[in-house]
């Protein structure tokens, strides 16, 4: 079946720094890519979606690149904020999107 | 405003018990989901459902049922809660490609 293989965390970073979290993933059709934010407290919410190999997605500061050949979509941030304080998670689906395979999610802690 | 609702959201209950977890949605999805949160494990799918009177097993449906008696509710029962089910648990509706997550319920079995 599908896996998706992501940085573990805890990762805490300095406000400021920049952010990359790994996210490489296995299937054996064409996916839809997808990173996840879950905020403390709350249900987790659609950060961005790509689903073309070689497009680059993005929202809020966040952006990845999904890379077909690599079967990788590593995201990242230039400067974070404390607000940025989640946990992530990097999720694919396949055929006619209705099912999401989940990775095991990064925390992010960012100290002011 | 979409809006995925859970209840109850934090319930205790002991081993061999009976669990009711309940969702609604406002959103008019066809498809409605189940998960459990787990660290080390990220989220889970227990059970879905394309539409009323529908249930599909996830990968992770062991010990768990699922009901969905219309459009907008769709509920997760445990027959027999083990410790072993003690957990987080957000239901989700959804379309093509994007789901909508509620704010969870969290669920302990003594």
């Known amino acids: 079946g599908d896996s998706v293989t992501q940085t573990e965390g805890p990762v805490t970073l300095s406000e400021g720094t920049s952010l990359t979290v790994n996210c490489s993933y296995e299937t054996k059709q064409y996916p839809t890519l997808f990173w996840y934010v879950q905020y403390p407290g709350e249900g987790p919410q659609l950060l961005f979606k790509?689903?073309?190999?070689?497009e680059k997605g993005s929202s809020r500061g966040f952006e990845a690149t999904y890379n077909k050949e690599a079967t990788s979509f590593h995201l990242q941030k230039a400067s974070v904020q404390e607000s940025d304080s989640a946990v992530y998670y990097c999720?694919?689906?396949?055929?006619?999107?209705?099912?999401?395979?989940f990775g095991t999610g990064t925390s992010l802690l960012v100290d002011p | 405003e979409a809006a995925v609702t859970q209840s109850p959201r934090n319930k205790v209950a002991v081993t061999g018990g009976k669990v009711t977890l309940s969702c609604n949605q406002t959103n008019n999805h066809n498809n409605m989901y189940w998960y459990r949160q787990d660290t080390g494990h990220g989220l889970r799918l227990i059970h879905y459902s394309y539409g009323a009177g529908s249930t599909e097993k996830g990968d992770i449906p062991d010990g768990y049922k699922a009901s969905r008696p219309s459009q907008e509710n769709f509920s997760l029962i445990l027959e027999l809660a083990t410790p072993s089910q003690t957990s987080v648990y957000f239901c989700?509706?959804?379309?093509?490609?994007?789901?909508?997550f509620g704010p969870g319920t969290r669920l302990t079995v003594l």
């Open positions: 999720a694919l689906s396949e055929g006619m999107g209705y099912k999401l395979t």
């Open positions: 989700a509706s959804g379309g093509h490609y994007e789901q909508y």
């Open positions: 790509v689903p073309k190999a070689n």
